[in-house]
Each structure stands twice: as structure tokens, then as C-alpha cells.
């Protein structure tokens, strides 16, 4: 066999395997934030479908199968279709420049744990991350409908609030590590994870994280006791599984950003192979995300603006200007 | 501290988070009604068994929605009693005029029985067989 044709192989393989892990994260992901956020509301969340609610989310699958399929009159067909898809394909893009782990090197080749790997994947990934709302912007403007479009002008202002904040503080960790590479900046941190010299970048990310996945202080676009669904109100059955689908896979990536620049990503106590501490701390931001959603309140999406742009955005340049004056200048920097 | 109104609210719903829920699962656990509580009528009955209505009627006329209707039948002993006694739970609001007004006790309200959803409509007129079944706890 050629190089060519193993290499084609590896590429599906990792591709299958991330698509399994992030197909059972969603999955149970609905399930975890149910049961999570009832016994938030000292309730007990799905209980009745298999053990403790386990089968659930497979109902709730079959039920969105069997719903009917309906378009509004005056929708635009073709960005109707394509708008869901459009979400959930540009999210499943961002995750496959994810490294679950240090490069491994197997029967003699040399294989990373990202499905495709890129030496300025960090821009990938931004890129990615930031189309995924066009998949909401079109669902709002093809419906034709009041709210989704209400749905989708508060995603435009979103996008515009968030997006700058979210590299910007990247920017951070990509100055300390001198690369765009994932894999190189979680080496960088073997001394010291990045939260402890940019604590003031990870609060920013933090607040800009809740903002890209769309999820509860800034769930502006499908606000739902303001806006039925938001965008995705006209959308059913499968339709509107893949929104979800998409918002979830946002989530999985952006939190495993989170980890990979500010929590020294696969790194850990050697006793655990090294995806388990990526998934371990993983999952305190999956927890983050659930105990929010229980907690806050939504903010208005001018307040959202005036967060981003008159609070952090300040900081957060102040903040890289300070971080490239200790590095030129040599300041405390443990190497 | 920065972030306090957020810190103070993220320790309330963590504290919440390792309380009991306090969801009954209805129909596997089942709460015990109060003993005053009233739920669905039942006709009282003497000891001997015989039925406590006399037939004055006054429940017919002071029920609001008009759900109680008696037909009497008159005894050896020249008495009268209800021969039927037909009750529409359908459309009965549980005011609980009829067992107020009545004086000889012979209508009262349950305290226990307050499962009798059907998906019938007919069904819930419910009739004298019926309705002689029953026991309040707070009359014993």
C-alpha cells in the first residue's frame, strides 16, 4: 500500500472517531444538562425512559425523527435547507483541528491526535467557529417569520460583541508560546499553566466562550421566553436537532480551547494517559457551561455590546501590550 | 472582590445541587392527603346500613352548577329516601355547598379518594352505588 492510501486511512479513522465522540457527547450532553439543572431546582431531571433517564436522549431522537417536516409559506427555500447544515458542518470543521494528545508515534509513523493538522490551527478554528453563525443568521432571515428574525439581528450583534474578544484574548497565550500551533502552545505551558500569568485573558475568553456558543447569560439569539426558539422557531424534527447538534459541538470545541491555552491542555500527573487529564478538565467547563445555564439571567444584548466593547476590549489590549513588554523586557517568566 | 453578585449567585444553585429533590414521583410514591382535605362526595349512611337522605331536596337546589339530581322513593314507613342519587363530577365545582347545607349529614366529601380522572365524560356521573363507597377521616 502507498503512503498516500494509509494516510488517507489514519485521516478517516481519526475523522469517524472524533465524529463518535462528539455524536455521543451530544447526545448525552441533553441528557446531563437536564438532570443537572433539575437537581439545580430540586428536581430530579429524566428518570422514567431506562436507568435513571439514560434512554432519553435515544427518545427524544426518534421523536425528532418522526416530527413533521414543516417549511413556512414564505420561506426561503433554499437557505431554509441550507441553514442548519451549514451550522452543524462548519462546527463539526472547527472540531477537527482539536489535539486530544501529544503526537503518537505508531508502527513507525508519526500521528497526531487531530484528525487534520495544521501549523496556524488556532485561525483555523476562529475561522470555523465564527461561520457557524451564519448557519443562525440565515435560519432567521429565511423564515421570514418575526422571531427568528428578531432571532437573527441579536446574533448579528452578538457576533460583532464576541468575536473580537475571543481572539484578542488568544492572542495572550500565542504571544507567551510563539506559535499558532495547538500541540506547540500546550508544550509551552509544562512549566506553568497560562491561567497563572494571564488570568485577566481567561476572564475575558471566559465571558466570550458563553457568548460564541451561544449558551445562557448571552443566549440572546433564541431567547426563549422572549423569543419562542429565536432563530429556530419555523424549524422541526430534524431541522431543529441539528441547530442544537451544532450548538453542542460549538460548546465541545470552544471548551476544549479553553483548556488547551489556559489549562495546560493533556498535561498532568503521568499516572492518567494524557487525554484523560484533557478530557478531565474538560468536563469542569461542560460542568461551567450546565451551572451557569442554572444561575444567570440573560443579558440584554446592548449590555452585551458594552461588556465586549467598552470593558473588555480595553482590557484586554492593555493586557497584550503588557504581555509583549514582559516578554521583550524579560520579566518573571519561569522557563 | 470583582464578580461578586455572579460568585453569590453561582454558591446558591451549586448549594441546591446536593439537596434532596423534592419531586413526589406520582404514581410509584403517592402523598397522604391532609385529613380536613374534600375531594369526591359520598353518601352517608346509618349503621344498619340504610341510606341517610331523606329527600328535602335542598342540595339539588343549592348546587351552582345544578349537577345533583334525586329521585325519591317513599318507604313502608311512609319516609322518604332517595331511590337515585346522581351526581355529574364533570361539571361539579367542589364548592361543597350541598354537604353544608344538608341536615341530616347524608352527603359528605371524602378525604382520601381524589383519583377519579377518566377519559369518559359519562363515566364521571357518578351514581347512588357509587357514591355510597367512601370515608372521610375527620367525621370518624
Known sequence: MSDAVIGALIFLVKFFLLFAIISVFVLYATWYERKVIGHMQQRIGPKRVGWHGLLQPVADMIKAFFKEDSIPRDADKLFFWSAPVIGTVFAMMAALAIPFGPPLVLFGRHITLDVVHLPSGILYMLAMLSLVSFGVIFAGLSTKSKYPIIGAQREVAQVISYELILATALLNPVIMAGSLDLTKIVDAQSHLWFIFYQPVAFVCFLISMFAVSARVPFDLPEAENELVAGFMTEFTGMKFSLFYFAQYVVIFTVSMLAVIFFFGGWLGPSFLPPVAWLFIKWAFFIFLYTWSWGTFPRYRYDQLMNISWLILLPIVIINILWTGFAIQFGLPYLH | ?140
Open chain 2, 1 to 140: 472582590m470583582l464578580f461578586k453578585d455572579l460568585r453569590k449567585g453561582l454558591a446558591v444553585t451549586i448549594g441546591y445541587l446536593f439537596r434532596r429533590p423534592v419531586t413526589v414521583q406520582y404514581p410509584d410514591e403517592k402523598l397522604i392527603p391532609p385529613v380536613r382535605s374534600r375531594w369526591r362526595h359520598y353518601l352517608g349512611v346509618f349503621p344498619d346500613g340504610k341510606i341517610r337522605c331523606i329527600d328535602c331536596g335542598l342540595c339539588e337546589r343549592v348546587c351552582p352548577p345544578k349537577v345533583i339530581k334525586i329521585i325519591p322513593v317513599i318507604n313502608e314507613d311512609g319516609t322518604k329516601s332517595a331511590g337515585k342519587y346522581e351526581i355529574d363530577l364533570g361539571r361539579c365545582m367542589y364548592c361543597g355547598f350541598c354537604v353544608e347545607v344538608c341536615p341530616e349529614l347524608a352527603i359528605l366529601m371524602s378525604s382520601e379518594d381524589y383519583e377519579f380522572a377518566n377519559y369518559d365524560r359519562d363515566k364521571l356521573v357518578y351514581q347512588k352505588e357509587s357514591l355510597l363507597k367512601g370515608r372521610n377521616k375527620d367525621n370518624e
